[in-house]
Every structure is written in structure tokens, then in C-alpha cells.
């Protein structure tokens, strides 16, 4: 069972995300638990305020330290004394964490739970940042407007590989990225549709020759979209050679 306690200033976007697919399935399957939290709530104060002008002057606003501190510790159930006493990893979400990729994912998936902050406006108080966060995720190098859709983007991406969230037990090992590559192309009945004709070699049952097949074809796709994934893939003697005759470096 993986934890997830999202703590964000919008809860109503997670409406509806969680509730369907993949995720809905690992629910009910008790593979996950998601706890969707409200910093607001956590604001001290009638006007309950989260955010407020940063010190030297400037534009935006800035998310204050207390509201966070305190929700993730009412997550907790405890004080944080330090983020180096921290059991849980508690991941902030911005864009000037680390890179979100698939090996982030298998590396979040072996987890027992993990609490994601959202941040909005321009930013989090540093204090945040250098007291309470033992990590900060950046799903790519764009700006959206908070945390929210990052977080639902992690969770899906790590809900998928544990074990059983998936029909096929295999299914997460063929995707693309898994392996470092990109997918082969996929086709599915009719052979010919609108005088398109699926590769010969798929109607043919060699298996070993469409896993060759595949095997290429997630190569010179790998190659030809994203030859800089190329550097990181697990390759064979075999794959180098085939991308050496397609003009690769390898
Ligand atoms: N918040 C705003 N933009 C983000 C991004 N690209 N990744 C993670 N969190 C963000």
C-alpha cells in the first residue's frame, strides 16, 4: 500500500482525476490511499492567509511558512524537529525540482507514502524549501500555474507501476520510457483500413521475428524523436549496431 497526502490550496481540482481508470482501480484494490489536504486550513488566523507580499519589495505574492509547516505535520501527527528526522519524504512541487522521469517514478514507487506539496503564486517562503522539503519535482521545463496538475501527474505515473495496478503484469515493462526507449508501433485489426496495410511481418506469427521487429522500431523511433534518450537506454551489441546503420553514435 503506497500513501499519497497532497497538500494543496485548491482540493476541488482533484475531483474527478482519482476517480476513474487506473487510478480508481488501484483504489479500490487498496493498492494506494489518497489524502487530498487544504492548507487554508491550517492558516492561522480568521482570514486564514496563505500568502503574503515577499520581503524587499517586488511583484507576486509568496506562500507563507506556517500554513504548510503546520499541515504537514498535522499529516504527520507530530513536529518536524528537523527534515533530516523526516521518515516520510515530504516533495515539493516546482519547476526547479529535478526532472520528472521515469526512473523518478520507479524510484517513488518503491515508497510506503510520500506527502506532495502544491505551491501557487510565485513561489514558497525559502524556509519551506530548506526546512521541510527532502525533495522538489519538476514535471518539465514549462510554468503552470501550481502544483496541482504536477501532482496528479506523479501520481499517476507511480500508481501505475505497482504491482497489480495494471491488468497485465507486464504491461509497464513495455511502455515507452520504461526501457529508456520510446514504444514501438502498435496495430490492431483491420489488416487493411483505408488502403493501409498493417506491416507484413505482424500478420506473419514468427514471434521472435516481431519481437525483432519491435525491438528495431522502438530504436529508430528512440533515434529519430529523441536520440538524446539514447545515452541513458539499455542497449545490446545488436541495438548499437542496427543504430550505427541508421547514422547513430553509438
Ligand atoms: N509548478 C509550476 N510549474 C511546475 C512544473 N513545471 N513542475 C512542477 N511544479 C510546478
Redesign the pocket.
Known amino acids: 500500500m503506497l500513501r499519497f497526502d497532497i497538500l494543496t490550496l485548491f482540493p476541488g481540482l482533484f475531483c474527478g482525476v482519482f476517480e476513474e481508470s487506473i487510478v480508481r482501480r488501484a483504489l479500490d484494490m487498496g493498492l494506494v490511499e489518497i489524502n487530498v489536504h487544504n492548507i487554508r486550513d491550517y492558516a492561522p488566523g480568521k482570514h486564514r492567509i496563505t500568502d503574503d507580499a515577499p520581503y524587499g519589495g517586488g511583484g507576486g505574492m509568496v506562500m507563507k511558512p506556517e500554513p504548510v509547516f503546520l499541515a504537514v505535520e498535522a499529516v504527520l501527527g507530530h513536529p518536524v524537529a528537523s527534515k533530516e528526522a523526516l521518515e516520510v519524504p515530504v516533495i515539493?512541487?516546482?519547476?526547479q525540482?529535478r526532472l520528472?522521469r521515469q526512473e523518478v517514478a520507479a524510484e517513488l514507487a518503491l515508497l510506503p507514502r510520500m506527502i506532495l506539496i502544491?505551491?501557487r503564486y510565485e513561489g514558497f517562503d525559502e524556509r519551506i524549501r530548506t526546512h521541510l522539503a527532502t525533495d522538489e519535482?519538476?514535471?518539465?521545463?514549462?510554468?503552470?500555474?501550481?502544483?496541482e496538475?504536477?501532482?496528479m501527474?506523479i501520481v499517476e505515473a507511480v500508481t501505475r507501476l505497482l504491482p497489480g495496478a495494471l491488468g497485465d503484469p507486464l504491461a509497464a515493462l513495455k511502455d515507452s520510457h520504461a526501457d529508456g526507449l520510446l514504444e514501438y508501433p502498435h496495430y490492431t485489426r483491420p489488416a487493411e483500413f483505408r488502403g493501409l496495410r498493417v506491416p507484413e511481418i505482424l500478420l506473419s506469427g514468427h514471434h521472435a521475428e516481431v519481437e525483432r521487429w519491435r525491438r528495431r522500431e522502438a530504436l529508430r523511433r528512440t533515434w529519430e524523436r529523441r536520440p538524446d534518450l539514447l545515452g541513458r537506454a539499455r542497449l545490446t551489441e545488436e541495438d548499437r549496431q542496427f543504430l550505427r546503420e541508421l547514422g547513430a553514435d553509438v
Not at 92 to 95: F, G, V
Not at 137 to 147: C, F, H, K, M, Q
Request: proline letters at 9%; charged letters at 5%; glycine letters at 22%.
Open positions: 515539493l512541487l516546482t519547476p525540482g520528472f502544491c505551491g519535482i519538476s514535471i518539465g521545463d514549462y510554468v503552470l500555474s501550481g502544483g496538475i504536477p501532482a501527474v
